[in-house]
Structure formats: structure tokens, C-alpha cells
């Protein structure tokens, strides 16, 4: 249950950012990304991964963007300047992210597309998919298969009636089958 803002037909939050624990969780202090709620939907962050080889390293997407940390989060870089969904880690080389970008369609903002990076978010390459970058898909969600980390699948959503179609590539996000 949420309130309807400003004339929006869905539910409205708004983020301060990325916080951090060091004691467990008893206590969360804020990080380098912060954002006041006047900033509204650009202080949304969907999603913070850790490095599990250098816990110190981390990247945050949302609304804003996708950001990357190398000093456990005093500070930040934004690396992509767009509207993310989702970043996902390869589940064998942790060095390789997969992430999903969106198009809102009543601010006609953003563009559906995936990247891939090889370096834990430093920097990021877009990948050709065949996925209509606006007019149809509004957002992406990723998952990377356990059993042969290079089929990498994608959900597309449209804007109105749900499911735009299924992506999938065999080899590490190069070629992608719809």
C-alpha cells in the first residue's frame, strides 16, 4: 500500500542513498552517495554489489545512474549516466556485471539497453541485443545461469500489458535470441 504523488499511477518512494554498516547492523552511517528527497525519483538506487574479492570495491545503480567505489563507499564515480533496473554478477568471475538500463515512456527518458563489464564497474560496454531502445520496452531485468555463466537472459517489459519478450545469449552477452 503506498500514496499516489503528484498524479502518478503508481506507488512513489524516494531514497537517501547508499548507507553502510561496519557493526553488523546496529548502527548505518551514509556513504559518499547520498541524495535528499527533494531530488525526488533521481535519489532511487535499485541495487549495491560488493566485490567479494575487495570488499572495499562496490557499485550502486538507480535512476541517477551507475556509480562505482573503490574506498568502500566515501566516495563515488558515476561511470554510466542513465536510468539503471539492474546489475547482476557473473557467478564464476566476479570481475564481469551485466546491467540493464530502461525508457520511461511518459517522460520519454532513457533507453532500454544491457552493458557488461569486466572490471567490477570501472567501466562498461554496451551490448548489442536487438531490444527496441524506446517506444516499447521500459524496463529490463537480468539473471545469469548458475550451471554456464555464459547464458546470460534478459526479461523485457513493456510499458502497459507485462512481458515484452525474452532475450538470451549463449556466449557471455556477444549475440543475444529472442
Known amino acids: 500500500f503506498g500514496l499516489f504523488l503528484n498524479g502518478r499511477k503508481r506507488n512513489t518512494h524516494y531514497g537517501l542513498g547508499v548507507y553502510k554498516t561496519t557493526d553488523g547492523g546496529a548502527n548505518w552511517s551514509p556513504t559518499g552517495l547520498s541524495f535528499q528527497l527533494s531530488q525526488g525519483d533521481a535519489s532511487l538506487i535499485r541495487k549495491v554489489l560488493v566485490n567479494p574479492a575487495n570488499s572495499s570495491e562496490l557499485v550502486a545503480c538507480g535512476v541517477s545512474g551507475m556509480y562505482h567505489s573503490t574506498n568502500a563507499g566515501t566516495n563515488w564515480t558515476k561511470v554510466v ?50 531490444i527496441p531502445v524506446t517506444g516499447s520496452v521500459q524496463r529490463i531485468r537480468l539473471g545469469v545461469a548458475q550451471s554456464d555463466h555464459n547464458y546470460v537472459y534478459a526479461i523485457a517489459v513493456d510499458g502497459s500489458s507485462g512481458l515484452y519478450g525474452i532475450y538470451k545469449s549463449t556466449n557471455a552477452g556477444a549475440n543475444w535470441t529472442y
Open 81 to 130: 549516466d542513465s536510468l539503471f533496473w539492474d546489475v547482476v554478477m557473473d557467478p564464476v568471475s566476479n570481475n564481469i556485471l551485466y546491467a540493464a538500463t530502461g525508457w520511461v515512456a511518459n517522460a520519454n527518458d532513457g533507453g532500454a539497453a544491457i552493458y557488461k563489464s569486466t572490471n567490477f564497474g570501472a567501466s562498461w560496454t554496451l551490448l548489442t541485443t536487438g
